[in-house]
Every structure is written in structure tokens, then in C-alpha cells.
């Protein structure tokens, strides 16, 4: 596979990614309700809504890691799911923290201690491994073979 051909499978990969950390991004916001919803066409809109949000999301706000990461990935011909799953979840952790999404270190209340990592922090990470996880399905698996020679 060529250069160019790899780089349109990468696009291809990224934006998948995205779209499934989005619907993980979804999940986690809306999960505690879910036993509420039901069939209503107003409350898939919004499900959907939100993951179309969260897709977006990921993509803008991880966009120069991401690129940084897919580089290293190429370069260096790293292939492993591990890796690539925590190279998703350190982007958007990140990238969460970068945006300025994080709660601050304390909070005010007398009746129970703050949780150690918030349901933020949380949804960001799981949807991290989720962008990890898609990108290796489609192309992170094949990284750096667009270089080796086919034998002939």
C-alpha cells in the first residue's frame, strides 16, 4: 500500500474513531437515565445528538495529539492494541484537561468527601480506549507497513 492510500485509510480510521467515542461519550452521559427512556423519537434525537456532539467533540479537541500519536504509531511501526488504547485514552484525557473541562480540585461540601475521579473523567478515559480500540481495528493494526517492501 502506498503513502497516499494509507493516509486515506488513516482519515477513514480517525473518523470512525471519532464517531464511536462520541457514541461512548453518549453512553456515559446519558446511561444513568437510560432505564427511563423509551421508544420516544424526541429522546433518540437526543441520544444521537449528543453522540453527534461528542464525535465532533473528540475529533476538534484531539486533533493535534491525535496527529502527533498516528505519527509516533507510524514511524516507529507500533502496532500493539494496548498501546494504541492508551494513546486514545491519553488523548482525550488531555485534551479534557487542555479544553479546561476539568472541575476544579475541590469542592464544597460537608456531607461526603469528593470523589477521587469524577464521572467526567471517567467518561473521557472509557471513551479514550473505545477511539483506541476503533482506530486499531481499521488501520493502527497496519501501522508502518505502507514502508515494507512486497515481495515481487
Given at each position: 500500500m502506498s503513502l497516499v492510500g494509507r493516509i486515506f485509510v488513516i482519515i477513514f480510521a480517525v473518523i470512525l474513531a471519532s464517531m464511536a467515542a462520541g457514541v461512548a461519550i453518549a453512553v456515559g452521559i446519558l446511561g444513568p437515565q437510560w432505564h427511563s427512556m423509551s421508544g420516544d423519537p424526541v429522546e433518540r434525537v437526543?441520544?444521537?445528538?449528543?453522540?453527534?456532539?461528542?464525535?465532533?467533540?473528540?475529533?476538534?479537541?484531539?486533533?493535534?495529539?491525535?496527529?502527533?500519536l498516528i505519527a509516533l504509531a507510524e514511524a516507529f511501526n507500533i502496532r500493539s492494541l494496548a498501546l494504541n488504547m492508551l494513546g486514545g485514552v491519553a488523548m482525550l484525557l488531555l485534551s479534557y484537561y487542555g479544553a479546561g473541562f476539568a472541575p476544579p480540585s475541590y469542592e464544597e461540601s460537608i456531607d461526603r468527601s469528593p470523589p477521587i475521579v469524577s464521572h467526567d473523567l471517567q467518561i473521557a478515559a472509557a471513551a479514550g480506549a473505545v477511539f483506541g480500540l476503533m482506530y486499531w481495528l481499521i488501520a493502527g493494526r497496519n501501522a508502518g507497513r505502507w514502508r515494507e517492501r512486497s515481495p515481487q
Open positions: 437526543f441520544f444521537w445528538g449528543t453522540a453527534f456532539v461528542g464525535a465532533t467533540g473528540t475529533g476538534a479537541l484531539g486533533i493535534l495529539p491525535m496527529i502527533i
